[in-house]
């Protein structure tokens, strides 16, 4: 999002800085070619000035119909040498490039959106740290591992109690031992903080409860929460947040894990 804003923020910058040069050489041509007195005046007078002037500037020869120029008009029309793009130039080149600048705009957004940051923010295949790190971590504390980059909870993962083996797929055919959640709340999306005292993740909006596995307990959420891909390599823990993985149904819970105390919502 930050890069998108960025971008967007040069992209306004380089159009600006066209536009100025664009209407800054269009004047030039004006100023260049304005009697001596004009030019000591402020600009916003020379401007009406220059206006009057060209308002009953005796037609060119390109203007005059039949195009035979002084010998068909009368006078001869007074010629300015323009060292700058006309005013309809001008014209067709701001279009042309607010045109481009909205395509760009448009087409950085997108990709943005869509595509995986491949330099390893969310969207991309990360390294969590070692697995025994985050074992210590979730057993020393009583807590998940938190992991900002992938907007992941680690939780422990035992297969021993996962009869079915719903989560084989997800926990690397069962040798994980641990699994990742997605932290955001599948009802309406706010982040789902851990309650010490139930042991269950308790979401503050609208009281969707899950339990340490992520299985939904109640609430209005129509799922347990999302989750992603875990492997690991040498003990190193990989998670796939570029896939994201749709919660398990209300009724086909895991775990049963009771709260452990008062509940926090
Ligand atoms: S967003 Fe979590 S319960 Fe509504």
Redesign the pocket.
Known sequence: MMTALVLATAAAGLLALAFWWIRRSHMAAYVVAAPRELRSMPACDVGQQLLMASATEAPTAADTPGGAGPQAGGAPARRQKRRGPTRRQFLRNMQGIAFLGTITGFAVASLTFLWPDLRGGFGARLSAGSEEELLGYIRTNREPFEFPAGRTYFVEYQADLDREGQYDQLTDGGQARVMALYWR?V????K?PWCQSSQWLE?P????RYNRWGEWQG???PRGLDRFQVEVVNGEVFVDTGQLITGPSRQTPALDQPPEGPTCT
């Open positions: 709340c009802h309406l999306g706010c789902v979401c909006c609208h009281g969707s609430g209005p959420a």
